[in-house]
């Protein structure tokens, strides 16, 4: 009898992958409330050890066996080393700096009060035993589940304001600007929570090697064709990548300081724009699965969903409070607030990366860490519907 060989396992994974959440979105018709990258990271929770895993273990020993992880391990990290990369190119703080009291204000309230509140919350986890990550002191919990409270996905952002035709727009722009300040913010925070007091020497010299390596590699990008620019980038995302998880920083924060120093108009934007789609379409669905593998319930299915509740609740009132409280000192026009408190619960992709970091280091358990990836799946599938009524009520204005 042929024995089945891991090549053909992993292949029967990755039919999975694509099949389910694509039947799912498509039949299901679920693009309002959710889109696929929501579906998609629900099907990775859901193909679990968690939850399908537990209720047939035999299909979870026969298809996730410790080779298949590995290999998704694998891909679904260079999918979003790729992804944070592109998210780092396509910051412009440019138009953010010319409006830089409206912008600093509201992105200082939008981030900084749901980091509050989401901290407040993470105080009260404290108090149970479970949360925690092994090597996480209590500050690094608390900033961190604060901190993952108040994410916003700028990638995913901009998918759902060109689903609702506003990307473009004064509005969509204004929102845009917002989470480009809190999109630098969070990477900032995550690089205070992951200080490694012991390696600081080594964290030290990777950024100044790092800030040298910068001005070479632009150099070498503005000197050579665009056609070449491509295949230097993924080797700078690749050095950048190894240097920061070698210091003890993360790939993750590698690769968003290798595409913050890239130039957009060094590549054409509609191949940029290429790009992202195909890593969203081709890679990242891998990512979402292998990141499903690693949800637990072991504090109880119940709790867990109750800290989801109440970390929600934490993310989505200290958002909305916050950006009222800007809309007030601002004087925005009435409505205004609101649509752009709602669009900002965006979370998804940049929160579950940050949860990753979080559980890689092992400052959040796995229990954390699946409470926190059902409340960004929760905040970004009520986006669409909060805010579509809220910005036809001003168009109607």
């Known amino acids: 009898m042929h024995a089945v060989t891991t090549m053909e396992v992993f292949l029967i994974a990755m039919a999975i992958i694509f099949c389910v959440p694509f039947l799912i979105w498509r039949l299901g018709r679920t693009d309002y409330v959710a889109p696929l990258v929501v579906v998609q990271i629900i099907t990775g929770i859901l193909l679990g050890p968690g939850i399908l895993g537990a209720a047939f273990p035999g299909y979870y020993a026969f298809v996730f066996t410790p080779d298949v992880v590995t290999i998704l391990n694998g891909l679904g990290a260079w999918a979003v080393m790729l992804f944070v990369l592109i998210a780092g190119i396509e910051l412009d703080l440019s138009k953010a700096w010319t409006n830089r009291r409206e912008s600093g ?23 149970f035993p479970g949360w925690i990550g092994a090597e996480g002191a209590n500050w690094q919990f608390i900033v961190g589940v604060g901190m993952a409270c108040a994410v916003t996905a700028l990638p995913i952002l901009i998918l759902l304001m060109e689903k609702l035709d506003i990307l473009r727009q004064p509005i969509g722009q204004r929102i845009l600007r917002y989470a480009s300040l809190d999109d630098i913010a969070i990477w900032g925070v995550l690089a205070l929570v992951l200080v490694d007091w012991e390696r600081i020497g080594r964290q030290v010299g990777f950024l100044l090697a790092f800030a040298v390596a910068c001005v070479l590699f632009r150099r070498l990008m503005r000197a050579i064709p665009e056609r070449d620019r ?4 993924l080797i700078w995302l690749a050095v950048c990548a190894f240097g920061a998880d070698w210091s003890g920083l993360h790939f993750m924060v590698g690769a968003f300081l290798a595409g913050v120093v890239i130039d957009a108009d060094w590549f054409d934007q509609d191949d940029m724009d290429r790009l992202r789609h195909n890593v969203l379409l081709v890679m990242m669905p891998v990512f979402f699965l292998s990141t499903g593998l690693r949800t637990e319930w072991n504090v109880g299915g119940a709790t867990v969903f109750i800290a989801a509740i109440v970390l929600l609740v934490a993310s989505v009132a200290g958002k909305l409070a916050g950006v009222h409280m800007a809309g007030r000192i601002l004087k925005w026009q009435p409505g205004e607030a609101s649509l752009i408190g709602w669009l900002l619960q965006t979370k998804a992709l940049i929160m579950i990366i940050f949860a990753n970091i979080l559980l890689d280091k092992a400052i959040i358990s796995s229990a954390t860490f699946t409470g926190l990836l059902l409340m960004a799946v929760m905040s970004t599938m009520l986006t669409i519907p909060m805010a579509t009524p809220r910005l036809r009520k001003m168009v109607g204005k």
Request: aromatic fraction near 12%.
């Open 230 to 233: 491509w295949y230097v980038m």
């Open 105 to 127: 204000i509201t992105a200082g309230l939008a981030l900084g009060v749901p980091l509050v509140f989401g901290a407040l919350a993470a105080v009260g986890m404290l108090r």
